[in-house]
């Protein structure tokens, strides 16, 4: 059976709270069995004892203070994560006949993208940050998905759309080689504008799953398509999108500008013909 540090951790913590309940016991047990008798070296060795428990007690509880505090993170510098083994399929299946395309369909034309956009800081982030921005090329996250239910810290039943009437809504992702007090942001935008932040520095786990929430009255949850970006630092690390079904939001009410190199209503290319099978 694998035992990751996570649950020797809550192992340990399990000890110590049986050990601290322990001491407490016998701590006044002594204690009251001392003020019983009648020789006075006998109970005052006895409450001495039940005093010294009773401090025993206390170490025990501050140890496990500091144990459920710092001991992940403590623990998982010296002995990173470490990543998960891909299988590798042995056997590959080679097809005995291979059909022959009668004529080949080259399409006129190919469309090509003019810019490649790359999400950047929000600029409210950049005024509210007070540890260093800089590029951040170590971490790496997985792309965001969202639910309205969240267990023990993971995002549950991921979905890409929501009714409106929604006032709640959990983006989960995975992540890696993430270093205490670097600075984080998650960036909820509607329509290219923000309309929640979230930035601070990070004093999780350097590995691990986690999660951003935003949770607005059900009248700002505007029916349209929205965008969650996770940055570290300055540099940009993953994205998630979902939609609020309902009609689109009326004519002004919501004015915004997408970023630069952001495609609005790209071509569609049309589809080619399907080719024919020539008979062997």
């Known amino acids: 059976m694998n035992i990751d540090i996570a649950m020797t951790i809550k192992v340990l913590l399990v000890f110590i709270g049986i050990g601290l309940i322990a001491c407490l016991a016998l701590a006044f047990r002594s204690i009251r069995v001392g003020k019983g008798l009648q020789f006075f070296k006998k109970r005052q ?32 510098r010296y002995f990173p994560p470490s990543p998960t083994v891909t299988r590798t399929p042995t056997i590959t299946l080679t097809p005995t006949i291979t059909p022959t395309l009668k004529d080949t369909l080259t399409p006129t034309i190919t469309l090509t993208l003019a810019q490649t956009y790359t999400p950047s800081l929000p600029t409210e982030a ?61 960036a909820w935008l509607y329509q290219g504008k923000v309309i929640f932040l979230e930035t601070k520095p990070w004093n999780y786990t350097p590995g691990g799953y986690g999660y951003t929430d935003c949770q607005l009255p059900s009248a700002e949850w505007l029916p349209g398509e929205y965008e969650v970006q996770i940055f570290v630092g300055s540099t940009w690390k993953a994205s998630g999108r979902f939609t609020i079904n309902g009609a689109a939001a009326a004519s002004g009410t919501v004015t915004t500008t997408p970023p630069p190199g952001t495609l609005v209503n790209p071509p569609t290319p049309s589809p080619s013909p399907s080719p024919t099978l020539a008979p062997q």
Do not use: C, N
Request: charged share 10%.
């Open 45 to 76: 060795d006895l409450v001495t004892q039940g005093w010294r428990l009773i401090f025993l007690a206390v170490f025990l509880a501050i140890f496990a203070g500091v144990l459920a505090r710092f001991g992940e993170p403590v623990a998982y």
């Open 126 to 186: 950049i005024a509210t940050i007070q540890t260093p921005i800089g590029p951040d090329a170590s971490a790496v996250f997985s792309p965001v998905t969202f639910s309205t239910t969240v267990e023990d810290g993971v995002v549950t039943k991921p979905v890409t759309t929501f009714d409106t009437g929604v006032t709640h809504i959990f983006g989960g992702f995975s992540y890696d080689k993430m270093v205490t007090g670097v600075q984080w942001t998650a």
